[in-house]
């Protein structure tokens, strides 16, 4: 009996061993999963707030938020030469955003151009450029999109007009200009040069306003050459031409400076790249900003040349008295500001003597600025800029042409004349 007795106590101590050993695995898995799942929370929080970060750099917000409305809920409306896109709602509201869609879904509609259910996208939605975007930075995003709070908005369709509805036009288009693949860094450039590459060419999408487009709409190249931007009455000029916006003959520093703020001693930005800095660039990492400066200065800076090409005029006794007539306008209604000599305010008011956005081959913007005036972005660089009215309500079309063909042949400025045809044009009329 005390041999069993012994032998039983022995079994209930070792199970007593055994059953704190199972409670203390037990704990220490339970604490090693609360440690995974807290260990992943950080990771898919720093995730969500690059692609915060990212969004920026795309301005996403910017196409997916209509005047007065949420964030991000869509309903802008992009009228074209081909029909009214409207922007859809790209929270994650799951009935009238994108709610139900999975990092795939996201992935094709960046890369491919395709939404959810495989239908091919217009090209208003510019996958032309995105699709250099990488999987990893798609994602982010998507993680941010999904993390905004879900807002019940239901947009209007696109109305596009005939021919450009037919879903095979759209695939023979898609067949001819539209290329995928992520961005492929070039070898024998540097580090910086290729992230500001991947960054104008991609999530920047500056292509898809810096350049002439065909009748149907494509890119004619990828030089970032100039161009009408589609939908908008203004010019986006060359960032590879000196006679243009080319920026081969300026400092690095210059060039971040004007991106992020809007305005340098040489330039000031205005209409709708004003709205991109203010919206999108001025937030760039400093890495991010200056590898766009290197990138963009490479285009211009082995040129021969750095300054525009000069367009004589051939100067007649009718032609010398209608810039008069358009130097009379400029003394009253610009002189204040912008000096006598054209020479301006540095940093305040920009210099028109020797501007090249006034010599440009197309008098788009300077038309644009004396009809509805504007102002630099507001910006941390440049937080009160000063501004211009508009003289629309003042100025007929024919003084706007008088004033603005006196601005681009004034103080060695030489450039064409502007008619009341082209003021009126400009103002979205046929």
Known sequence: M??????????????????????????????????????????????????????????CMGCHTTKGGQPFAGGRRLSTSFGIFVTPNITSDKETGIGLWNQQDFWQALHQGKSSDGRSLYPAFPYTEYTKVTRQDANA????????????????????????????????????????????????RSDAWNRG?????????????????????????????????????????????????????????????????????????????????????????????????????SFTENEGGNTPGVRFLVMSGSLQKHLDFGGQLYEKHCQTCHGSDGKGVPGIYPALADNRSVMMSSPLNPIRSVLNGGYPPTTAGNPRPYGMPPFQQILRNEEVALVVSYIRNAWGNRSSLVTAVDVDRSKGRN
């Not at 059953?19 to 929080?45: G, H, N």
């Not at 696109?158 to 001819?176: E, G, S, T």
């Not at 520093?253 to 991109?276: D, H, Q």
């Open 197 to 297: 590459a991947y960054l104008v060419q991609g999530l920047g999408h500056c292509n898809a306003c810096h350049t002439t487009r065909n009748m149907l709409g494509a890119s004619q190249d990828d030089t970032l050459a100039g161009g009408q931007i589609m939908g908008m009455n203004w010019y986006a000029p060359s960032l590879s031409s000196y006679q243009e916006a080319g920026s081969g003959d300026w400092a690095i520093e210059e060039i971040v400076e004007l991106l992020t703020t809007g305005i340098t001693k040489r330039a000031v930005a205005s209409g709708p790249m004003a709205t991109v800095i203010k919206q999108s660039l001025q937030y760039l990492s400093q890495e991010d900003i200056n590898g766009m400066a290197i990138y963009l200065k």
């Open 141 to 188: 995003i998507f993680a941010y999109l999904q993390s905004i709070p879900p807002i019940s908005q239901s947009n209007p369709p696109n109305d596009i007009f005939f021919p450009y509805n037919l879903k095979p036009l759209l695939a023979i288009w898609r067949i001819l200009y539209f290329k995928e693949g992520v961005y492929e860094p070039d070898q024998s």
């Open 2 to 59: 005390r041999r069993l007795a012994i032998k039983y106590h022995i079994s209930h101590y070792q199970f007593d061993v055994l059953l704190l050993a199972c409670m203390v695995s037990l704990l220490f898995f339970s604490i090693t999963q609360v440690s995974d799942v807290v260990a992943e929370e950080p990771d898919r929080s720093i995730e969500v707030q690059h692609g915060a970060y990212l969004a920026r750099v795309g301005n």
